[in-house]
């Protein structure tokens, strides 16, 4: 289906593209940092210790959906990015492990101001790892439930990725 107001891209579009679409080498401050999706989206850790995190993100104009409510598919990521957050403070550095299910329910829109995460690991079995988040508004008030499933790969390390923090 053909998008009025866009073409196809060109030949020297797509090439010009493929440097930028991967496979890419990510440099991050430490293990327990932003990688750049969350620096996009101007996430900020308050705290990820003992399997446990706190996370805020502003719901700034470029996070509204078309109704000027803050996109859950923003909110989504706040909540996945803490549980990982958590995640991190009881794993070594370099362990490579991915999101396997998730489960969100919307309690309240958000319409301005921050949105704060609260997450914590509720169970570990063998490789998987599960954990819940309760985001919250500015006003103190539940604003979406999430639960999720994490798997850490079998004899994997993370390898297109270095940490700041490594050099010496």
């Known amino acids: 289906m053909e998008v009025p107001g866009q073409n196809d891209e060109t030949a020297a579009e797509k ?19 932003c ?9 900020k850790i308050v705290e990820a210790v003992d399997g446990k995190a706190i ?6 104009m470029h996070f509204a959906q078309g109704a000027g409510l803050m996109h859950g598919g923003a909110l989504i990521s706040l909540a996945d990015t803490a549980l990982v957050m958590a995640i991190k403070s009881i794993l070594p550095p370099y362990t490579h492990f991915a999101t396997t299910h998730v489960e969100a329910r919307y309690l309240k829109p958000v319409k301005q101001g921050n949105v704060t995460a609260q997450a914590k690991l509720t169970g570990r079995q063998d490789r998987v790892i599960t954990g819940e988040v309760s985001l919250y508004n500015e006003s103190e008030e539940q604003v979406l439930t999430f639960t999720a499933q ?17 050099r010496e």
């Not at 090439?15 to 940092?33: A, D, Y």
């Not at 990688?35 to 996430?43: I, R, S």
């Not at 798997?151 to 700041?164: E, G, N």
């Open 150 to 166: 994490f798997k850490i790969a079998r004899d994997a390390r993370l390898k297109q990725v270095t940490f700041s923090d490594d």
């Open 55 to 60: 996370l805020t993100m502003p719901f700034l």
């Open 35 to 43: 990688a750049p999706y969350e620096g996009l989206l101007h996430m």
């Open 15 to 33: 090439n010009r593209l493929e440097k930028f679409t991967g496979p890419h080498q990510i440099e991050m401050e430490s293990w327990i940092s």
